[in-house]
């Protein structure tokens, strides 16, 4: 049975002069706004100087476990850039601690989980109970709605079953996905009771999230990508949807993102995310004619146009607002996160071209 999905109070009257908080939600649920919400993947990150010398200071995992870090670098990023929402400063493996897979961030080499998961004995021990010790991170999302109230839309977010489970087994980044497919297709048992302890986890990490003050949670399933359609469909999608109706409970519009997800789009869709983030590759058009025109869309500039000069720059956003000018329901962002070494003042300018050129575009559908 599916649950019932109450959503957030919207402010009533014309959609002019929204707040950041409100644009981004009616985009979110497909109603009509003033100008196109934008914000970035990764918007927090080593390309910005303030986040630097943070982390002259602070481990990653440090910056995530203290609130008032977290909450720090989290707000200075969405100030700087003058985005219309701010994503809670985190990282996507945190789940695993509590569940019983301790892991550490090597410098050059990424995360390197200590015991990776490679077993159906290894799988019935995880733990689902310690959820509540990730509350460092619901506490950071009180400091950061305090500080922003309705002036920006606050992002949570979680992994989506099949990327957390990839880490897990692989115990790092991978290329081939071998030890997580050989699971997958050798001991589908195993598979399911680990998909299944995963959204009981994730549900009630993103539950904590919305009651800290989270406005929309976001779900990153970035490599969902590196699955066949039958694949995702027989081991990925069952759990997935789940987590999706599970977080919309809690009453929040949900954002499902992936990499690389064309060929999965029309399965996708069935997972009933309010908001499906599409990476560069697709016209965001066809992406949503892909997913049947049901949800809203977000994305979708490559993070790499950020390096080129800003007139190509500028075509490059202009060519993602033509294409999404017809859709109800644009977040504007980059494909996937931005990289090392991105020119923030290349970001910033990005900001104004959304602001400035897409004003134009709902003034005109108005
Ligand atoms: O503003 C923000 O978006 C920052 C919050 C954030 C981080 N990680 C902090 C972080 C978010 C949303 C994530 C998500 C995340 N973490 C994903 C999914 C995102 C995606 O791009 O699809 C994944 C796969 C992870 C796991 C992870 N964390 C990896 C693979 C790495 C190493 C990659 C690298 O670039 O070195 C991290 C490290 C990490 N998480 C950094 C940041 C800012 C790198 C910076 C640092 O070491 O301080």
């Given at each position: 049975m599916q649950p019932s999905v109450s959503r957030p109070p919207l402010p009533v009257g014309?959609?002019?002069?929204?707040t950041g908080s409100a644009r981004f939600l009616r985009a979110c649920l497909r109603q009509s706004v003033d100008r196109t919400p934008v914000w970035f993947l990764?918007?927090?990150?080593?390309?910005m100087p303030e986040y630097q010398a943070v982390r002259r200071h602070h481990s990653l995992l440090e910056i995530c476990k203290t609130p008032a870090l977290a909450a720090d670098v989290t707000i200075t990023a969405a100030e700087i850039l003058d985005v219309d929402a701010a994503i809670i400063f985190?990282?996507?493996?945190?789940p695993l601690e509590p569940m019983g897979l301790p892991f550490a961030f090597r410098a050059g080499e990424g995360p390197v989980v200590e015991r990776p998961l490679r077993t159906a004995q290894h799988i019935a021990a995880l733990d689902t109970t310690r959820t509540a010790e990730l509350g460092y991170v619901a506490e950071a999302i009180r400091a950061v709605d305090a500080h922003f109230g309705e002036q920006k839309g606050l992002i949570g977010f979680c992994g989506a079953p099949f990327t957390l489970a990839s880490y897990m087994i692989e115990g790092g980044g991978s290329r081939n996905y071998v030890a997580t497919k050989r699971l997958m297709y050798t001991d589908p048992g195993a598979w399911t009771e680990l998909m299944d302890k995963l959204v009981t986890v994730l549900a009630e990490f993103a539950q904590q999230q919305v009651q800290a003050g989270a406005d929309v949670i976001q779900i990153f399933d970035s490599w969902a990508g590196a699955l066949s359609v039958a694949d995702y469909r027989e081991y990925v999608l069952p759990a997935t949807k789940r987590l999706v109706r599970q977080v919309q409970a809690a009453g929040v519009p949900v954002i499902y993102f992936g990499v690389d997800t064309a060929t999965l789009l029309p399965s996708i869709r069935?997972?009933?995310?309010d908001v499906v983030g599409l990476d560069w590759r697709m016209p965001l058009d066809a992406g949503s004619r892909a997913l049947g025109g049901a949800c809203a869309i977000q994305g979708n500039l490559d993070?790499?146009?950020?390096?080129?000069p800003l007139p190509v720059l500028r075509t490059r956003v202009e060519e993602v607002l033509r294409q999404s000018a017809a859709l109800p329901g644009h977040i504007f962002n980059v494909g996937h996160g931005i990289v090392p070494e991105t020119p923030v003042a290349s970001v910033q300018q990005t900001v104004r071209w959304v602001r400035e050129l897409s004003a134009a575009i709902h003034g005109e559908r108005a």
């Open positions: 014309a959609s002019q002069h929204l990764r918007q927090a990150g080593r390309y985190a990282d996507l493996l945190l069935e997972l009933g995310a993070p790499i146009a950020l390096f080129a």
